[in-house]
T-cell receptor
Framework: KNQVEQSPQSLIILEGKNCTLQCNYTVSPFSNLRWYKQDTGRGPVSLTIMTFSENTKSNGRYTATLDADTKQSSLHITASQLSDSASYICVASAGRGYQKVTFGTGTKLQVIP | EAQVTQNPRYLITVTGKKLTVTCSQNMNHEYMSWYRQDPGLGLRQIYYSMNVEVTDKGDVPEGYKVSRKEKRNFPLILESPSPNQTSLYFC???????????FGQGTRLTVV
């Protein structure tokens, strides 16, 4: 069964600090892994997408890493801002052609002044 | 501006009264999907479409219908809504199944 597990479930950090969110996935055959940011009540917005051959990808202050051997990914946020407060969702895709996507339940991040 | 537009944003309805949530994208994407999001469960796929007239069930299709008569539109139909369909619904589109998906703003549906 395809699964995506994220940790921690929630996190509170001070503005300006860094943080790292974790994602473990079990999907087969693995195709790509994505990170989305979702503000409360809004649609998710794509941050990064990585295939099995990519180890790291950055989008501004967001850097995602992927270890296809251990089936783990992380999202590192540098110099956090209040606007980073949101849920961060890890999504793993499997298959060829149309791809089955499996969503994690997200990490809710709160950045406080 | 590239976007996925859902309507309505909010809807309160009664059990059994048929309703349609519309979804339209202006990016010429082939792939479109519907998801529901419930607390603690994450996003779950209801239906998806790989192209015009090609649709298939996702993980939670019971109680829903879709159609894809045009590339840009992918409406979600609830023939006889029930309270367990109270949820936040998202439509998404992408060029292929392997590329990033663009999500609509969401439709918060309450069935009483």
């Amino acid at each position: 069964k395809n699964q995506v597990e994220q940790s921690p479930q929630s996190l509170i950090i001070l503005e300006g600090k860094n943080c790292t969110l974790q994602c473990n996935y079990t999907v087969s055959p693995f195709s790509n892994l994505r990170w989305y940011k979702q503000d409360t009540g809004r649609g998710p917005v794509s941050l990064t997408i990585m295939t099995f051959s990519e180890n790291t990808k950055s989008n501004g202050r967001y850097t995602a890493t992927l270890d296809a051997d251990t089936k783990q990914s992380s999202l590192h946020i540098t110099a956090s801002q209040l606007s980073d407060s949101a849920s961060y969702i890890c999504v793993a895709s499997a298959g060829r052609g149309y791809q089955k996507v499996t969503f994690g339940t997200g990490t809710k991040l709160q950045v406080i002044p | 501006e590239a976007q996925v537009t859902q309507n309505p944003r909010y809807l309160i309805t009664v059990t059994g009264k048929k309703l349609t949530v519309t979804c339209s994208q202006n990016m010429n994407h082939e792939y479109m999907s519907w998801y529901r999001q419930d607390p603690g469960l994450g996003l779950r796929q209801i239906y998806y479409s790989m192209n015009v007239e090609v649709t298939d069930k996702g993980d939670v299709p019971e109680g829903y219908k879709v159609s894809r008569k045009e590339k840009r539109n992918f409406p979600l139909i609830l023939e006889s809504p029930s309270p367990n369909q109270t949820s936040l619904y998202f439509c998404a589109s992408s060029f292929t199944g392997a590329t990033e998906a663009f999500f609509g703003q969401g439709t918060r549906l309450t069935v009483v």
